[in-house]
């Protein structure tokens, strides 16, 4: 595939210019192939991009509701026709499988745009309180730093709520997945998105994204990425007092009661797990079952397991593709020798690399469960971010509990059981930003964020679009 894309946006226009440093090389994670490079930038990119941002501010913010819903309806629309394109593009710079790249990479996005305009058309941004009138005003220009996961849901929940609150945009896509990014730039300028609304500044994050959050000229800034990063960013963006929101690490945990269908549970929550590859923030990585029940568990997970053979992404059939870079297997690949190491029971996977004669390249690894994990331990306590399941044995509902709590993230979480309404009441004992009951399916409506340290603040549905906006109260 020709990327004709791999430019800084500013104000309008594609840069391709080199720059200070040498362009930044994406692979193919499936063959560590080069695919494309994409110009280094610096803090002069970032600036230009800001001053673009200021200017078209002045400008979109006035802009009514239906003006700017309008817009994102067209971008929808748009999103939706280049769904194929789109898909390709990630499995290119991701090594998603082509099926999961077009059900959810290329369609995801569709439901976020379309969510956001119909929030934006239902939100009051007039009040009357007493003998004021209170406003809801754009906070002005955003700051927003994307992770290479879901590299274009990701971009989307950031800068679409953004621009629909009245605010202008610079972003800094992950270099490992910059592709469909800037594919996703390109579909935004043919949608009659205004010149400097969004503008795109390729690069590294010691340069082009502390230059963001240090940018006076920036008014706040969203983040999404490792806990460690998210710490740092929240401590340069106060010296600028900038509005903050994080989305950081999780380390799910799925509930599963005694009373609950055990292999629907259980195959649910493999499949979850495994799905992206592993590298989900909110993957249900930890598996809690009944101690009676481990047995019978155990087995359906090993037998599901099975289903999850690492492939050719490109290849309709595969349901697991590789990891996103070599950095990324390395690390996942020690994570399952700890858990070795550790005393874990390996009942599917291991650290060895994938068999087979069309795997001699690419960053894959074996899907891998561990039993009789240590709730205390590394395999899950630490966010692995790769195809690894920590099942763990719990006695009573009260010790369910206290094992799912018992965790320093708070991103996601799932309860199953036959009573739906003990489910609810369980869930709601989680300390966690969403909990998914008896499969519950993602919706692209609904506030998306952690507590604790998978962050603070949300994305999507009108609680994306309050992100992005402060309050002006005029006394009569």
């Excluded at 998603?96 to 369609?107: D, Y």
């Excluded at 993230?409 to 009951?437: M, P």
């Amino acid at each position: 595939m020709t990327h004709q894309w791999t430019a800084h946006f500013i104000a309008g226009e594609w840069e391709h210019e080199r720059g200070e440093r040498p362009p930044i090389p994406v692979e193919n994670p499936a063959t560590e192939q080069v695919i494309a490079s994409v110009p280094a930038g610096g803090a002069s990119h970032v600036h230009r991009a800001v001053v673009a941002a200021r200017g078209a501010f002045a400008s979109w913010s006035t802009r009514t509701v239906e003006e700017r819903a309008q817009v994102l309806d067209g971008l929808a629309d748009l999103l939706e026709d280049r769904r194929e394109l789109i898909a390709r593009t990630v499995t290119e710079e991701l090594g998603a499988p082509v099926k999961l790249a077009r059900q959810l990479h290329a369609t995801l996005p569709v439901h976020d745009v379309r969510e956001t305009a119909r929030a934006l058309r239902s939100m009051e941004f007039e009040t009357e309180l007493g003998n004021s009138r209170v406003y809801s005003v754009p906070v002005g220009v955003v700051g927003a730093i994307t992770p290479w996961n879901y590299p274009v849901h990701q971009v989307v929940s950031k800068i679409v709520p953004a621009i629909a609150a009245g605010c202008t945009v610079v972003l800094k896509p992950s270099e490992v997945a910059p592709l469909s990014a800037l594919l996703l730039a390109r579909i935004m300028q043919e949608a009659g998105l205004p010149d400097g609304v969004l503008n795109v500044v390729n690069g590294a994050g010691p340069e082009v994204g502390r230059a963001i959050v240090e940018h006076p000229g920036i008014d706040a800034v969203s983040f999404t990425g490792s806990e460690a990063t998210g710490r740092a960013v929240a401590q340069r963006a106060a010296l600028t007092l900038k509005r903050v929101t994080l989305e950081l690490g999780g380390k799910s945990a799925n509930v599963i009661l005694d009373d609950a269908d055990l292999a629907t549970a259980v195959k649910v929550g493999v499949a979850n797990c495994f799905l992206n590859s592993g590298q989900s923030c909110n993957a249900l990585t930890r598996m809690l079952v009944p101690r009676e029940l481990l047995s019978a568990a155990e087995e359906i997970a090993t037998a599901a397991a099975t289903r999850y053979a690492p492939g050719d992404p490109a290849d309709e059939r595969t349901r697991i593709g590789p990891l996103a870079s070599a950095q990324q297997r390395d690390s996942v690949v020690r994570a399952i020798e700890t858990g070795l190491a550790d005393g874990a029971k390996l009942i599917a996977g291991g650290p060895e690399r994938p068999a087979g004669d069309a795997l001699t390249s690419g960053y894959y690894v074996r899907p891998t469960i561990f039993t009789d994990v240590d709730p205390d331990s590394f395999l899950a306590q630490e966010e692995i971010f790769g195809p690894v399941l920590a099942i763990i044995g719990y006695g009573d509902e009260e010790e369910a509990v206290a094992i799912a709590n018992h965790s320093r993230f708070g991103l996601g979480g799932a309860v199953w059981s036959a009573d739906a309404e003990r489910a609810r009441t369980v869930a709601r004992r989680i300390h966690t930003g969403q909990v998914d009951i008896n499969g519950g399916a993602f919706n692209p409506a609904a506030p998306f964020g952690g507590v604790k340290n998978s962050g603070y603040g949300r994305e999507l549905g009108p609680a994306g679009i309050e992100e992005f906006l402060h309050r002006q109260s005029l006394q009569f």
